[in-house]
């Protein structure tokens, strides 16, 4: 189920952190806490599920970029929303 895979890793940090602008991964890595490995899992599945877009940057084509679409922008406004219920009770 598509829930229980976005429950699986930090999905909402990773959005948060791309809605300020797009990030190489080892930045977004940083960010998050999380290593090169999980960063990569990570961002491979929001980009199967549409939230992000990735390319390589043009100075340093080693260098791999991560953006939120906006697809991700909707989805987090969705977890935002999801927070406030929840923090105010059913």
Do not use: C, Q
Request: charged fraction near 40%; avoid cysteine; hydrophobic fraction near 40%.
């Amino acid at each position: 189920m598509v829930v229980e895979d976005f429950l699986r890793f930090k999905v909402y940090h990773v959005l948060r952190e791309l809605e300020k602008g797009p990030l190489i991964m080892r930045v977004l890595g940083r960010r998050i806490g999380a290593n090169g490995s999980n960063v990569f899992r990570y961002v491979e599945k929001l980009e199967f599920y549409g939230l992000v877009e990735t390319f390589f940057e043009r100075e340093y084509p080693y260098r791999k970029i991560v953006k939120i679409t906006r697809k991700g922008r909707r989805f987090l406004e969705k977890l935002r929303e999801l927070d406030r219920v929840l923090k105010r009770g059913w």
